[in-house]
């Protein structure tokens, strides 16, 4: 059996690889691009995007060209990345795929945004498309941006006198002094109308403070200053920065130049610029520093002292000094400052304290910055759930949004909260210890802006700190809260809105009602702190953390020191949107003040890891799971019954098969519920409920048979009416087959593949070749000690078929899709009698295929790996580009070792697809052959039937089902499975030149 770390191992390595590829695939793209080969360029670069499928800049840069070259459905694509990162180019972008849709309103509204917040020149063609747009929404006219110099200038379409237009910023009326059609624009303000007639011109308002945004960090390395900026409105700019001493004093103005810096983000196109401040020029200042954008922007990070390691490291040494004096000294000072860093292995043992702490009373301090819409809804929902005596404290950090400003100066005026007004802006930290200040020995919930409350949300945080003297903190569930996320601990979920927010925050209330769990630490987004722990361990530090992320962590670990605790209160939850206030640069931030917590307390990093394997909270999530799944039903009703539908998680032809099933059964009237497989990281199988209809329930694992009667109880009360077993990989099979009959209903056996008999699932012997099936377990012994396993269980192969004879004795109905498998099946299990239902309907004729080439271009699809035929296609390739022949291959799909097929230059592989996509890529491939080269007999094969459907006579082996699909429809060639590799690349050649070879297939059908 392969180890958790050898598949963790393996995972790595195979990431590696496809980032390499990934790379490799981009930068024949640009290569080709800047060649002018655009048809070239679009083949790498979508091989690319798909090794890479996380890469913004990939997208963006594929979907432009797909949008230059023609190809519809670019404008979803594009508006996605304008709203997300706010990109001229993504905005022009729409704006043109938008046109040609024909939606000239949308696509002026797009050329807006592109005008109206953003820097650059305008071409004869772009002033074009801005005059078209603007008559055709209605517009007087447009504005837009450009740079003259060193300064910004706001431009006017030509015809517009600047005297009959109306400009206001913020709301002020303001006067600028054009020249021409041209006029400097002010650096300060949120917005600048530019209106004639009473009506907008396109591109008003003006977003000057998205003209003015920096996105950076700056961080202290080997006691200098170092970090990245760049203007997102104005790429090509070079940032300069101002440096600050902590009183305020210039120290330099520079501006960021260092092309080289390794700055990742998730932003595409993004143009950061590094720079670094050595020792020697802060010698003279006091620290901390300060170091914002030109306009006063404080990069992420600031302020900061690049001196503070050394001077906690000198402030030791002096310690040491009087501790242990070379002069001996009449007194001896304490050495409780020997050690700075606080390593998290260190027990406290509890603090004593009295039996019942007094309980106090509670204020919520909510630290804004950025997002009034968000900021708002957070503050409507606290007014509908907290007691009259509680305090809200809202700290402004000097928000830069005027539309924020002004509602909370109207929520304080209404008497909604306290506000407190920072004179700049200092971060999370600092804002939230003005906050706690102001609180007056209350207790503490410390609640980010971009949050949802609902129903008794801090009473269930309340009880849950007083349930013990020494609790500390306590913090609820989330959709976004690290370790605290629900329903999935690691990775993202979706964020409810305020009605599902009220459901989910109800049910946990019920599943978990006064249940806690311990924590290394709380999460910051909604921690409710004990005013005595407070008082004995300090506020958040200001010094370190910058605008924030870790000093919550930094805090608990305080805490735990001194004999706190810290726990998740697990029936409550609390809605978190999720980095509002950072933007583009809060990775860089994330990981600059990560490396400040580990070094402040050594061991962090894997106590957090040891907390994740452990996962103490698995039972709290599995039971708020089991309740929204309970509800999910309970609104169902269970008149039109159930049907239980056993599989794995792989996804695959099984997936595919499964997924049909069940919109055949809702189509039927019946409800469908998956129990999904799958193999866990220790090792073990573990059985997962699943009803993608109703929600997801990704902490609905039962180990079976252990928890066989609690799944039991679930099952029963849904109405289930039938059983289909689709597969058992990743299951118990013996907890599976104890199930069906515990629940005493008819079940049925869907076969998909050769599991049921064969250890290697597939008919692979040792030797890299189909193994015939041999009847004897002593044979297929020796070919598992050669080469292994795949049914990830440790059996016999003489166990393995008597055990799936027992299921299938016990079935009221064998299923499979071709007679191929019915007949291998009966070899091994001559008692069932299976009944034939093909998985799809092979009677469209493929569609004639034109050649338009001497090259006889061959496309085969899906995963290519062992079974399916890479040795052969490798061979194949090889043997082309030996011989010159003028065929080429493509993989729409991937391979065991796309390096090694691509190195011949006779193939050419796409990368992964999802199935709707397979058709349009098969026929993108513009191969007039499809080959199928699986050395295995198939059970179905859903990769034929997309060939089919992209109108592609198909050559296969003459194997399994494979074979006996295309030998009843005609549609393709078989060839005997033992034919070398210059006997297949001829007779492809031979099919290819033909027009697709729809000859007779090879006779003689191979069992």
């Given at each position: 059996?392969t180890?958790?770390s050898?598949?963790?191992?393996?995972?790595?390595?195979?990431?590696?690889?496809?980032?390499?590829?990934g790379?490799?695939?981009?930068?024949?793209g640009?290569?080709a691009?800047?060649?002018?080969?655009e048809?070239v360029a679009?083949r790498w670069?979508?091989?690319?995007a798909?090794?890479?499928?996380?890469d913004?800049?990939?997208v963006?840069t594929?979907?432009l060209?797909r949008?230059?070259?023609?190809?519809?459905?670019?404008?979803?694509?594009?508006?996605?990345?304008?709203?997300?990162?706010?990109?001229?180019i993504?905005?022009l972008?729409?704006?043109?795929?938008?046109?040609r849709?024909?939606?000239?309103?949308?696509?002026?509204?797009a050329?807006?945004?592109?005008l109206s917040g953003?820097?650059?020149?305008?071409d004869?063609?772009?002033?074009?498309?801005?005059?078209?747009?603007?008559?055709?929404?209605g517009?007087?006219g447009?504005?837009?941006?450009?740079r003259?110099?060193?300064a910004?200038?706001?431009?006017?379409?030509?015809g517009i006198?600047?005297r009959?237009?109306?400009?206001?910023?913020?709301?002020?009326?303001l006067?600028?002094r054009?020249?021409?059609?041209r006029?400097?624009l002010?650096?300060?303000?949120?917005?600048l109308a530019?209106?004639?007639?009473?009506a907008?011109?396109?591109g008003?308002?003006?977003?000057?403070a998205a003209?003015?945004?920096i996105?950076?960090?700056?961080?202290?390395?080997?006691?200098?200053?170092?970090?990245w900026a760049?203007?997102?409105?104005?790429p090509?700019?070079l940032a300069?920065?101002?440096?600050?001493d902590?009183?305020?004093r210039l120290?330099r103005?520079?501006l960021?130049?260092?092309?080289?810096?390794l700055?990742?983000g998730?932003?595409?196109?993004?143009?950061?610029?590094g720079?670094r401040?050595?020792v020697?020029?802060?010698?003279?200042f006091?620290?901390?520093?300060?170091?914002?954008s030109?306009?006063?922007?404080?990069l992420?990070?600031?302020?900061?002292?690049?001196?503070?390691a050394?001077?906690?490291a000198?402030a030791?040494?002096?310690?040491?000094?009087?501790?242990?004096p070379?002069?001996?000294?009449r007194t001896?000072p304490?050495?409780?400052?020997?050690?700075?860093?606080?390593p998290?292995?260190l027990?406290?043992?509890?603090?004593?304290?009295?039996?019942?702490?007094?309980?106090?009373?509670?204020?919520?301090?909510?630290?804004?910055?950025?997002?009034r819409?968000?900021?708002r809804?957070?503050l409507?929902?606290?007014?509908?759930?907290?007691?009259?005596?509680?305090?809200v404290?809202?700290?402004?950090?000097a928000?830069?949004?005027?539309?924020l400003?002004?509602a909370?100066?109207?929520?304080a005026r209404?008497?909604?909260?306290?506000?407190?007004?920072?004179p700049?802006?200092?971060?999370?930290p600092a804002a939230?210890?003005?906050?706690?200040r102001?609180?007056r020995?209350?207790?503490?919930v410390?609640?980010n802006?971009?949050?949802?409350t609902a129903?008794n949300?801090?009473?269930?945080?309340r009880?849950?700190?007083?349930?013990?003297?020494?609790?500390?903190?306590?913090?609820p569930?989330s959709?976004?809260?690290t370790i605290l996320?629900?329903?999935r601990?690691?990775?993202?979920?979706p964020?409810?809105?305020?009605?599902l927010?009220?459901?989910?925050?109800?049910?946990?209330?019920?599943?978990n009602?006064?249940?806690?769990?311990d924590?290394?630490?709380?999460?910051?987004?909604?921690m409710?702190i004990r005013?005595?722990c407070?008082d004995?361990?300090g506020l958040?530090?200001?010094?370190v953390?910058?605008?924030?992320?870790?000093?919550e962590?930094?805090?608990?670990?305080?805490?735990r020191?001194l004999?706190?605790?810290?726990?998740?209160?697990t029936g409550?939850?609390?809605?978190?949107?999720?980095?509002?206030?950072?933007?583009?640069?809060?990775?860089?931030?994330?990981?600059r003040n990560?490396?400040?917590?580990e070094?402040l307390?050594?061991?962090?990093?894997?106590?957090?890891?040891?907390?994740i394997?452990?996962?103490?909270?698995?039972?709290?999530?599995?039971?708020?799971?089991l309740?929204r799944f309970?509800a999910?039903w309970?609104r169902?009703?269970?008149?039109?019954?159930?049907?239980?539908l056993i599989?794995?998680?792989?996804?695959?032809?099984?997936a595919?098969r499964?997924?049909?099933?069940?919109?055949?059964?809702?189509?039927?009237g019946l409800?469908?519920?998956e129990?999904?497989?799958?193999?866990?990281?220790?090792?073990?199988?573990?059985?997962?409920?699943a009803?993608?209809?109703?929600?997801?329930?990704?902490?609905?694992?039962f180990d079976?048979p252990?928890?066989?009667?609690?799944?039991?109880?679930?099952?029963?009360r849904?109405?289930l009416?039938g059983v289909?077993i689709?597969?058992?990989?990743g299951q118990?099979?013996a907890?599976?087959?104890?199930?069906?009959?515990?629940?005493?209903?008819?079940?049925?056996?869907?076969v998909?593949?050769h599991a049921?008999?064969?250890?290697r699932?597939a008919?692979?012997?040792?030797?890299?070749?189909?193994?015939?099936a041999?009847?004897?377990?002593?044979v297929?012994?020796?070919?598992?000690a050669?080469?292994?396993?795949?049914i990830?269980?440790?059996?016999?192969?003489?166990?393995?078929?008597?055990?799936s004879?027992a299921?299938?004795?016990?079935?009221a109905r064998?299923?499979?899709?071709s007679?191929?498998?019915?007949?291998?099946?009966?070899?091994?299990?001559?008692a069932?009698?299976a009944?034939?239902?093909?998985?799809?309907?092979?009677d469209p004729?493929?569609?004639?295929?034109?050649?338009?080439?001497?090259?006889?271009?061959?496309v085969?699809a899906?995963?290519i790996?062992?079974?399916k035929?890479?040795?052969?296609?490798?061979?194949?390739?090889?043997?082309?580009?030996?011989?010159?022949l003028?065929l080429?291959?493509?993989?729409?799909?991937?391979?065991?070792?796309?390096?090694?097929?691509?190195?011949?230059?006779?193939v050419?592989i796409?990368?992964?697809?999802q199935?709707?996509e397979?058709v349009?890529l098969?026929?993108?491939?513009?191969?007039?052959l499809?080959?199928l080269?699986?050395?295995?007999?198939?059970?179905?094969?859903?990769t034929?039937?997309?060939?089919?459907?992209?109108g592609?006579?198909v050559v296969?082996?003459?194997?399994g089902?494979?074979a006996?699909r295309?030998?009843?429809?005609?549609?393709?060639?078989?060839?005997?499975?033992?034919?070398?590799?210059?006997?297949?690349?001829?007779?492809l050649?031979?099919?290819?030149?033909?027009?697709?070879?729809?000859?007779?297939p090879?006779?003689?059908?191979?069992a």
């Amino acid at each position: 059996m392969t180890r958790a770390s050898e598949i963790a191992d393996d995972l790595v390595a195979l990431r590696a690889r496809r980032a390499e590829a990934g790379r490799e695939a981009w930068q024949r793209g640009q290569a080709a691009l800047d060649a002018g080969c655009e048809a070239v360029a679009l083949r790498w670069l979508d091989r690319a995007a798909r090794l890479v499928p996380g890469d913004q800049t990939l997208v963006l840069t594929l979907a432009l060209l797909r949008l230059r070259l023609g190809v519809p459905g670019q404008a979803a694509i594009l508006a996605r990345l304008a709203a997300r990162f706010d990109l001229r180019i993504a905005w022009l972008g729409l704006a043109e795929a938008r046109r040609r849709e024909g939606d000239a309103g949308s696509a002026a509204a797009a050329l807006g945004r592109a005008l109206s917040g953003h820097v650059g020149a305008l071409d004869g063609q772009l002033a074009g498309l801005a005059e078209t747009l603007a008559a055709a929404s209605g517009a007087p006219g447009w504005c837009a941006v450009t740079r003259e110099g060193t300064a910004l200038t706001l431009l006017l379409a030509p015809g517009i006198d600047p005297r009959a237009l109306r400009l206001t910023r913020d709301g002020a009326p303001l006067r600028l002094r054009f020249a021409g059609a041209r006029a400097r624009l002010p650096v300060r303000g949120e917005r600048l109308a530019v209106c004639l007639d009473g009506a907008d011109l396109l591109g008003s308002p003006i977003r000057l403070a998205a003209l003015r945004r920096i996105s950076g960090v700056v961080w202290a390395e080997q006691g200098e200053l170092t970090g990245w900026a760049w203007h997102p409105a104005e790429p090509d700019r070079l940032a300069e920065l101002v440096l600050r001493d902590r009183r305020g004093r210039l120290i330099r103005r520079f501006l960021a130049r260092d092309e080289t810096i390794l700055a990742r983000g998730p932003e595409p196109l993004a143009r950061p610029r590094g720079f670094r401040l050595g020792v020697a020029e802060l010698a003279e200042f006091a620290a901390p520093f300060s170091l914002a954008s030109a306009a006063g922007e404080n990069l992420l990070g600031s302020p900061l002292d690049p001196g503070a390691a050394l001077g906690a490291a000198r402030a030791q040494v002096r310690a040491i000094a009087r501790a242990f004096p070379a002069t001996p000294a009449r007194t001896r000072p304490p050495a409780a400052s020997l050690d700075a860093p606080m390593p998290v292995d260190l027990v406290a043992l509890p603090a004593r304290r009295g039996k019942a702490a007094r309980r106090r009373r509670v204020a919520v301090v909510v630290p804004a910055y950025r997002d009034r819409d968000a900021t708002r809804a957070c503050l409507d929902a606290l007014r509908a759930t907290l007691p009259r005596d509680v305090r809200v404290i809202v700290v402004d950090d000097a928000s830069p949004e005027p539309d924020l400003v002004a509602a909370l100066d109207a929520g304080a005026r209404a008497g909604h909260f306290h506000l407190l007004r920072l004179p700049r802006n200092r971060g999370f930290p600092a804002a939230a210890n003005a906050g706690i200040r102001a609180a007056r020995g209350r207790d503490v919930v410390l609640l980010n802006s971009d949050t949802l409350t609902a129903g008794n949300w801090l009473e269930g945080l309340r009880r849950a700190v007083y349930q013990a003297p020494d609790i500390a903190t306590a913090t609820p569930f989330s959709n976004d809260a690290t370790i605290l996320s629900y329903p999935r601990q690691m990775g993202e979920n979706p964020v409810p809105d305020l009605t599902l927010t009220r459901k989910l925050a109800g049910l946990a209330a019920r599943a978990n009602a006064g249940r806690i769990v311990d924590l290394p630490t709380a999460v910051g987004f909604c921690m409710y702190i004990r005013r005595d722990c407070l008082d004995q361990v300090g506020l958040l530090r200001e010094d370190v953390f910058a605008q924030g992320y870790g000093e919550e962590n930094d805090f608990c670990l305080r805490a735990r020191l001194l004999g706190w605790r810290h726990v998740a209160a697990t029936g409550v939850f609390v809605t978190h949107h999720g980095g509002a206030s950072f933007g583009g640069a809060r990775q860089a931030l994330m990981a600059r003040n990560a490396a400040v917590l580990e070094a402040l307390h050594p061991g962090y990093e894997a106590m957090i890891a040891r907390f994740i394997a452990a996962d103490p909270l698995a039972g709290a999530r599995r039971r708020l799971d089991l309740a929204r799944f309970r509800a999910a039903w309970a609104r169902k009703g269970q008149a039109r019954g159930a049907v239980l539908l056993i599989t794995h998680d792989r996804g695959g032809g099984v997936a595919w098969r499964v997924a049909a099933r069940i919109a055949a059964l809702r189509a039927s009237g019946l409800a469908a519920i998956e129990l999904r497989g799958a193999k866990l990281e220790a090792g073990m199988a573990a059985s997962f409920l699943a009803d993608d209809e109703a929600g997801d329930f990704p902490n609905l694992r039962f180990d079976l048979p252990s928890e066989r009667a609690l799944l039991l109880g679930i099952l029963r009360r849904v109405g289930l009416v039938g059983v289909e077993i689709h597969h058992l990989l990743g299951q118990n099979a013996a907890g599976v087959l104890e199930l069906c009959r515990a629940l005493a209903l008819p079940y049925e056996i869907h076969v998909h593949d050769h599991a049921w008999l064969c250890p290697r699932v597939a008919l692979l012997g040792a030797a890299g070749r189909y193994c015939g099936a041999p009847l004897e377990p002593e044979v297929c012994r020796a070919c598992v000690a050669d080469a292994g396993q795949l049914i990830e269980e440790d059996i016999d192969t003489a166990a393995l078929r008597a055990r799936s004879a027992a299921f299938f004795a016990g079935a009221a109905r064998v299923v499979v899709p071709s007679r191929d498998t019915r007949a291998r099946l009966a070899r091994h299990f001559p008692a069932i009698r299976a009944e034939i239902v093909p998985w799809e309907n092979d009677d469209p004729p493929p569609l004639a295929q034109e050649r338009g080439s001497d090259v006889v271009r061959v496309v085969l699809a899906g995963a290519i790996g062992a079974e399916k035929g890479y040795d052969v296609l490798l061979a194949c390739a090889r043997d082309a580009a030996r011989r010159g022949l003028a065929l080429d291959f493509t993989v729409v799909g991937y391979t065991a070792d796309d390096a090694r097929l691509m190195a011949t230059g006779k193939v050419f592989i796409t990368g992964d697809y999802q199935r709707e996509e397979a058709v349009s890529l098969l026929r993108a491939a513009h191969a007039g052959l499809g080959f199928l080269p699986s050395i295995v007999p198939e059970t179905w094969c859903f990769t034929l039937s997309e060939l089919w459907r992209a109108g592609l006579a198909v050559v296969a082996f003459d194997l399994g089902a494979q074979a006996e699909r295309i030998s009843a429809t005609g549609h393709g060639l078989l060839l005997p499975p033992d034919l070398p590799a210059p006997a297949i690349n001829d007779a492809l050649l031979r099919a290819g030149l033909r027009g697709g070879g729809l000859g007779a297939p090879t006779a003689g059908h191979h069992a």
